[in-house]
């Protein structure tokens, strides 16, 4: 059985990513074309115009109506614009058809706009296909700067915001134990010859989809107040890393000729196939968040409640009179209807379940691909916690160097590589450029992550750059300046999980420092240990999340006390589980 990945499959109902031009027959593309060119052309021009006597940023010549279009590789955009951001300096300029798109590529740039001007530049400019029609204008993650997206936000906060990611703590204590368990059982299985899917898809029988289950589970648990406790037949699991699979293909940038031209969004339904699919995306999608939704909604009404973002959400909307608001967007008063509510609390396990499992799956990649650094991470946990207990949450001022790692994991290898591009509302001068309104705006996370004036040497492996000895722990990683990555974007749109995708992280790594030994496959002819190349792009996938392909290792617990230890601390962890009312493993 294989989970879902990156791609769409024939899973559930997956209706396949088609480009406008597949959908229309040669003699009706050809008329549509021409008037769509001609209409294109006039926009083109004026457009033109309007922008003639501001200086724009630099940036590569395109071709007419088409700008940029075509020099971009839209599976796997980032080496070029890097390439481009090492031409054209801090800033450049893009068209991507009619799209304005400016591309940061410092971090002073990128916190100069996004921090600074942040009121400005706080919105975002969504893929038509995979925000307006497949999700109905309602993905959190991409409604532009309004109230609806203000409520939504806010409605968050108080279940992933800082302080209220002190609280999942419980939670992430116990499902690491169980990850643990889990990959000492695990053992030598994934040394075996195990191929992803024709779609990206992970074999459920690989070591990535315990670790997917890990970081979904607490997400999970925070949104919905369950938890994914079992991987084979799990019908909520294979539906979100199905929907999961197709919304990043379907929102990549360029997936649709309809995303870059607005005009094609006249067409009637018989000639748009794509909105009569994306249509069937979205009541499909409703099928899994609508229905966790509806499943909380009537626990409610039969006086079951849990702890968690949805159930407390509708109880208080309940309260203030709205026990039933079905629909899209806010109430008269700023509650959230079903719609927006149901994608709100899917945009955090959208957002939280890969992002965090990759980052894991990379740690671990440099781990073996570096085992003196390996060792000397080990080394920092034996002084600090020794053998006789598990490293726990209040070891973490203790392990600077372990965070020195996690850090340069997101640093070297961050999973949005390209972040997730912001908007325009107003025009703008930046460094004599102009920025005209309604602007795509990336902060190019790739190149500046890359940078070697920030970084010296950016394309090593170098934990050493996060860490001086004596000094504690510093994550150093908040929306403000005081930060130093930026894998969690920027500004008012700051990724609102980093707290717990920190916390999820430091939990985990530490205890499989700590207690696990990596058995790595080894070339049959020469005896060398096979480890993928990290600094081959071709190791991780394409898709705006770009994460490691699944990998070859097994696993032993270090020592027979350490073995112990991991066992007895899952058990512990399924009593516990039962007094918090919530299930038990099931394996
Ligand atoms: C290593 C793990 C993670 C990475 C790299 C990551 C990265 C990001 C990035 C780049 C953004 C967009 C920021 C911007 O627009 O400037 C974002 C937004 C978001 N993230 Fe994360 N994230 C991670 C984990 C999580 C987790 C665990 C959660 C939930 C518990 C979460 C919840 C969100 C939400 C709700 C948004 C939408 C913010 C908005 O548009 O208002 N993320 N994340």
């Given at each position: 059985m294989l989970l879902h990945n990156r791609f769409p499959s024939l899973f559930l109902y997956p209706p396949p990513a088609i480009t406008t031009m597949a959908i229309l027959g040669t003699s009706e593309a050809m008329a549509v074309g021409l008037t769509l060119g001609a209409l294109a052309l006039v926009h083109y021009v004026k457009q033109a115009n309007a922008n003639a006597d501001r200086k724009l940023p630099p940036g590569p010549k395109g071709v007419p109506f088409f700008g940029n279009l075509f020099q971009i590789d839209v599976l796997r955009p980032y080496p070029k614009f890097r390439e481009?951001?090492?031409?054209?300096?801090?800033?450049?300029?893009?068209?991507?058809?009619?799209?304005?798109?400016?591309?940061?590529?410092?971090a002073e740039a990128a916190d100069e706009l996004f921090v600074n001007r942040s009121k400005t530049f706080s919105s975002r400019s969504p893929p038509h296909v995979a925000h307006d029609i497949m999700s109905a204008g309602q993905r959190q993650v991409f409604l532009p700067y309004d109230t609806e997206w203000k409520a939504s936000r806010k409605s968050l906060q108080v279940a992933i915001g800082p302080g209220a990611s002190k609280r999942v703590r419980p939670s992430q204590d116990l499902e690491s134990r169980v990850l643990l368990y889990d990959i000492t059982q695990h053992g030598e299985q994934s040394l075996q010859e195990m191929k992803e899917g024709p779609n990206g898809e992970v074999p459920e029988a690989h070591w990535f989809s315990l670790v997917r289950r890990y970081t979904t589970s607490i997400v999970m648990t925070v949104t919905y107040g369950k938890r994914a406790h079992k991987i084979l037949n799990n019908r909520h699991l294979h539906m979100i890393y199905e929907v999961l699979a197709n919304f990043t293909k379907v929102g990549q940038p360029g997936n649709y000729l309809a995303d870059a031209f607005p005009i094609l969004r006249k067409l009637p339904d018989f000639l748009a196939k794509w909105r009569v699919d994306a249509r069937k995306m979205h009541e499909w999608e409703m099928i899994l968040w609508g229905g966790l939704l509806k499943e909380l909604q009537d626990e409610i009404s039969n006086g079951i409640s849990r702890d968690c973002y949805v159930s407390n959400y509708l109880r208080q909307r309940g309260e203030a009179g709205h026990e039933d608001a079905p629909g899209c967007g806010l109430t008269e008063d700023g509650w959230l209807r079903d719609t927006l509510l149901a994608y709100t609390a899917g945009t955090v396990l959208e957002a939280g379940s890969d992002t965090t499992a990759s980052t894991m799956q990379s740690f671990i990649l440099f781990m073996i691909s570096h085992p003196e650094i390996a060792k000397k991470v080990r080394g920092e946990i034996d002084r600090v916690v020794g053998s006789e207990r598990m490293p726990a949450f209040e070891d973490e001022p203790n392990l600077p160097y372990l965070v020195a790692c996690i850090k340069e994991t997101l640093r070297r290898r961050p999973p949005t590589i390209m972040g997730i591009p912001h908007s325009s509302d107003e025009d703008d001068v930046y460094e004599g450029y102009f920025i005209p309104k309604g602007s795509t705006v990336i902060g190019n996370v790739w190149a500046i992550h890359m940078d070697p004036k920030r970084y010296p040497n950016p394309f090593a492996f170098l934990p050493e750059r996060w860490y001086e000895e004596g000094k504690p722990t510093r994550w150093?990683?908040?929306?403000?300046?005081?930060?130093?990555?930026?894998?969690?974007?920027?500004?008012?749109?700051?990724?609102?999980?980093?707290?717990?995708?920190?916390?999820?992280?430091?939990?985990?790594?530490?205890?499989?420092?700590?207690?696990?030994d990596f058995i790595l496959p080894k070339d049959e002819k020469t005896g060398k240990p096979i480890i993928p190349d990290i600094n081959d792009e071709k190791t991780f996938s394409d898709g705006f999340v770009s994460i490691p392909y699944i990998y070859k290792l097994g696993f032993k617990p270090r020592s027979e006390k350490h073995k112990k230890l991991i066992e007895r601390s899952y058990e512990d962890s399924q009593a516990e589980w039962q007094v918090l009312g919530l299930k038990t493993d099931e394996r």
């Open positions: 481009w951001a090492m031409e054209y300096g801090p800033i450049y300029r893009l068209k991507l058809g009619p799209q304005e798109v400016i591309v940061l590529n410092t150093g990683s908040g929306p403000d300046t005081d930060r130093d990555h930026y894998v969690f974007g920027w500004g008012r749109r700051f990724c609102q999980g980093s707290y717990i995708a920190e916390a999820s992280l430091f939990i985990v790594l530490a205890r499989i420092m700590w207690g696990i």
